[in-house]
């Protein structure tokens, strides 16, 4: 099975502020990556796709990028809405796995 | 308007079953891959299971494969989840998903709980 070690496990960031959450993937998973993100009580949402394609209606301040084991989810200009938990996701192959998950708070 | 609604869930007791529905709407479900996707109390997600658009191709988990059965009703525009031989670490919010081009989730329910408790 793909092993996905998600990074930090919690932040807070300022209003405005730029961060980053990572996750590393135990075998090259050749961009199959994707990232959600889930409000306190609510559904995960998905939030990227394919390492770096943005979903419809997410907020352009969300990008995604890496290769081969090591990808990134990056918010420029933390807003109050982005108060969540982050998940990535590897859609390589069987067994579907996800990282434990990304606690971002505001600062 | 993508909408899937899960019922089903409830309290029962360990090595018992239960079987979780999803009814889909605002899509064209017999095309669209489907899956079942879980999240323990204050824990992360789990993958749980999918199936193809006929139904004939499954997958699952380790952790489930041989307890949980992943089936469809096209014509409903519904999925399933029948979970056998319950156990306590089944204990989660069972969430309905729609894969997207790339087998990730891109459409997701509300969830269901299901309480494995004696």
């Known amino acids: 099975d793909i092993q996905m070690t998600q990074s930090p496990a919690s932040l807070s960031a300022s209003l405005g502020e730029t961060v980053s959450i990572e996750c590393l993937a135990s075998e090259g998973i050749s961009n199959d990556l994707a990232w959600y993100q889930q409000k306190s009580g609510k559904s995960p949402q998905l939030l990227i796709y394919?390492?770096?394609r943005l979903q419809d209606g997410v907020p352009s301040r969300f990008s995604g990028s890496g290769s081969g084991t090591r990808y990134s989810l990056k918010i420029s200009g933390m807003q109050p809405e982005d108060e969540a938990d982050y998940f990535c996701q590897q859609s390589y192959k069987y067994p579907l796995t996800f990282g434990s998950g990304t606690k971002l708070e505001i600062k | 308007e993508v909408q899937l609604v899960e019922s089903g869930g409830g309290l029962v007791q360990p090595g018992r079953s239960l079987k979780l529905s999803c009814a889909a709407s605002g899509f064209t479900f017999s095309t669209s891959y489907m899956a079942w996707v879980r999240q323990a109390p204050k824990k992360g997600l789990e993958w749980v299971a999918t199936?193809?658009?006929?139904?004939?191709?499954?997958y699952y988990p380790d952790s489930v494969r041989g307890r949980f059965t992943i089936s469809r009703d096209n014509a409903r525009s519904s999925l399933y989840l029948q979970m056998n031989s319950l156990k306590s670490e089944d204990t989660a919010t069972y969430y309905c998903?729609?894969?997207?081009?790339?087998?990730?989730?891109?459409?997701w329910g509300q969830g269901t709980l299901v309480t494995v408790s004696s």
């Open positions: 199936i193809s658009t006929s139904g004939l191709t499954t």
């Open positions: 394919t390492t770096n």
């Open positions: 998903a729609r894969h997207g081009a790339r087998v990730d989730f891109a459409y």
